[in-house]
């Protein structure tokens, strides 16, 4: 494994008693060395070791690496819950919080409210706001013959999409953005604390505003909503709002830079969604599956042995979804890209009472995105010389991505 990332030592803690030695790993979810060149490789090296691991690192927490594993744990609710949601514990909120920390049953109600909100034919009614919007950055791009996708591309469809559904101020949005990051990916637990509890106050003063005079937008459609036969309290409204928040501001707009770089190296593969469009829902869901990016935090109820291994009450369980998405016993040859391929299941938007509430609208807009870009700019690649800027954290990140194409 790789030397220990340098400035983490405040995270790092002993092995506790309970761990076996040839269980624990050099590995840093947040800061390991190589999501600098690139966050999908470092965690390749989890492949070929066993199904549960144990890191010293952000606090110390088991890792999954087997798909089946994770898919367990995210539907044992009686052996493993949300709360705390962050790894480290140190960055989460004392208690538990509604909607995305309390347990499955409970947490249902919830879900009940969101669900005919964000369904595929609720978030239908956006795929021609996302065409004419991809079609004018396309317009702008296109003639330069270079950009920095992540930047003048993928900040731009998926971000104005959330703003305008959400209804918050576009000129927020770099804020936001920039803020989501830090929480998401900062190197410092502290600094991931504190632009966490600024997002709290941010949409604290939004859900305020929304419940005294709520309008048409997702967010008041939640947070005027009726819950145990009553009206949702400011608290759940904040939560659930937070979740929309952190999601739409960060997860289609990483899964776009990581499907434009497979695509920038890969000619054939270009060819095949040019040729033929009818592949681009296939295409979508098979990048998912190879080029997962969340990575998803559990923590264990109760003593007890799980698939071979000790787990103690109050661990913690990291389940890096890039990891369910290449395992070998779940899938023929997983490193190969097959945009015809018969099982399409992943779980790269989660699984179960937890899963990700906006994977509709995601779909939508990764399925846009691909079409309308294939149609424009059907060959195009990385410029030469050049890097992507990449993070890893509890999103899988490219920050910077330079792109070129004959004009």
């Known amino acids: 494994m790789a030397d220990s990332p340098v400035g983490t030592a405040a995270s790092k803690v002993a092995v506790p008693p309970h761990v076996p030695s040839h ?14 060149q690139d966050p999908r490789a470092a965690y390749m090296r989890l492949r070929s070791g066993p199904d549960i691991v144990y890191t010293p690192h952000q606090g110390g927490h088991w890792i999954a690496t087997r798909r089946e594993i994770m898919s367990e744990v995210f539907q044992d609710h009686d052996a493993f819950t949300t709360f705390p949601y962050v790894i480290p514990r140190s960055v989460s909120s004392p208690t538990p919080v509604p909607f995305t920390e309390v347990p499955a049953p409970e947490s249902l109600k919830y879900r009940r409210l969101l669900s005919p909100l964000t369904t595929a034919r609720q978030v239908s009614r956006f795929e021609d706001y996302a065409r004419e919007l991809m079609r004018e950055i396309l317009d702008e791009v296109q003639p330069k013959g270079s950009c920095d996708f992540s930047v003048e591309v993928a900040q731009k469809l998926p971000i104005f999409i959330i703003m305008r559904w959400l209804d918050l101020p576009f000129e927020d949005r770099f804020m936001l953005m920039n803020n989501v990051d830090n929480v998401l990916s900062h190197p410092d637990p502290a600094e991931r604390k504190k632009a966490r509890e600024f997002t709290v106050r941010y949409v604290t003063d939004v859900v305020a505003e929304r419940q005294r005079n709520p309008g048409e937008d997702l967010i008041s459609q939640l947070v005027n909503g009726i819950v145990d036969g009553r009206k949702v309290t400011l608290e759940e409204g904040v939560s659930m709002a937070r979740n929309l928040v952190h999601g739409g501001l960060d997860t289609v707009r990483n899964a ?72 070998d016993k779940a899938y023929d040859d997983p490193l190969m890209v097959n945009f015809r391929r018969t099982n399409l299941r992943h779980i790269s ?59």
């Not at 799980?306 to 913690?316: M, S």
């Open 349 to 407: 938007f989660g699984l179960g009472a937890h899963s990700c509430a906006g994977a509709n609208l995601a779909r939508v807009e990764l399925r846009v995105f691909l079409d309308e870009w294939m149609r424009r700019i059907p060959d195009f690649r990385l410029v030469p010389g050049t890097q992507p800027t990449t993070a890893g954290g509890i999103i899988l990140a490219v920050r910077s991505l330079q792109l070129e194409w004959d004009r």
């Open 23 to 36: 269980l624990v790993v050099d590995f840093d979810y947040v800061n390991d060395p190589m999501f600098k």
């Open 256 to 327: 776009m830079s990581f499907f434009a770089w497979y695509l920038a190296q890969n000619p054939q593969q270009r060819r095949l969604l040019v040729d033929d469009p009818s592949l681009i829902p296939a295409a979508v869901e098979e990048l998912m599956r190879v080029y997962a990016i969340p990575n998803m935090p559990r923590s264990v109820v109760r003593d007890m042995e799980f698939h071979g291994v000790w787990l103690k009450q109050g661990d913690q369980i990291l389940l890096p979804l890039v990891l369910a998405g290449l395992d």
